[in-house]
């Protein structure tokens, strides 16, 4: 079955050090979306992609960056990590044919960053 | 600014009981989903809605589309434990990317048994 993963589910890093998130899809889909979750927030976009070598920021895309090689995945990297990045992250999916209404976005599991 | 926002909140019911949640916003959506969310997991998608006034119905589960295209809202019947989880609403915003989602700030559930 098609699936969507991430790992590390769980990381524990220090300040200043560059941190990466992985996540891997099998849905053969164009999109791929990087998520932060934080109490009162919901879900906050950081960045996405409709293809290969194609990114564009969302609207917390500070500190991030993705590069997207391959159509199955999409790394996030932070580039030198802050308190203020520990949050639960998730990536998702959605197939990318276009359309009226929103797609299905499928998300993976979330992993929980917390920056000391 | 959250361009989405949900209440309430927090919500706990005991089971049997009925609830709504609410998502509004002052822009106008092109369409709008629901998500639920369970503990440790990513969210799932119950329902999209995309015209205007639109109602579906998912088991005990109602969900509406208002006429604006600004707000919907999520019903529950009979609520049971296994409905407990962070619902959350998410738009595409009228004119701009159908793929690119704004989610609301969740509506936590617990219902007890």
């Known amino acids: 079955d098609a699936e969507i993963t991430q790992s590390p589910r769980h990381k524990i890093t220090e300040t200043g050090r560059q941190v990466t998130l992985a996540c891997h899809q099998t849905w053969n889909h164009n999109n791929m979306f990087w998520y932060r979750q934080d109490l009162g927030h919901g879900l906050r976009l950081i960045h996405y992609s409709y293809g290969v070598q194609d990114t564009n920021k969302g609207e917390v895309s500070d500190g991030y960056s993705v590069s997207r090689s391959n159509t199955e995945d999409l790394p996030l990297t932070l580039e030198s990590a802050a308190s203020s990045q520990t949050s639960v992250y998730f990536c998702?999916?959605?197939?990318?044919?276009?359309?009226?209404?929103?797609?299905?976005?499928?998300f993976g599991p979330g992993t929980r960053l917390l920056v000391l | 600014t959250q361009l989405l926002e949900q209440s309430p909140q927090f919500l706990s019911i005991q089971e049997g009981e009925n609830l709504t949640v609410y998502c509004n916003s002052s822009s106008v959506f092109s369409s709008l989903q629901w998500y639920r969310q369970e503990p440790g997991e990513g969210p799932v998608l119950l329902v999209t809605v995309v015209t205007g006034g639109e109602v579906k119905k998912l088991k005990r589960l109602t969900f509406q589309f208002g006429d604006a295209r600004k707000d919907s809202s999520l019903h529950i019947t009979a609520a049971q434990p296994g409905d407990t989880g962070l619902y959350l609403c998410a738009g595409a915003r009228y004119g701009g990317a159908t793929n690119k989602l704004i989610f609301g700030t969740g509506t936590l559930l617990a219902v007890q048994p």
């Open positions: 998702a999916s959605s197939e990318g044919v276009g359309g009226g209404a929103a797609e299905t976005q499928y």
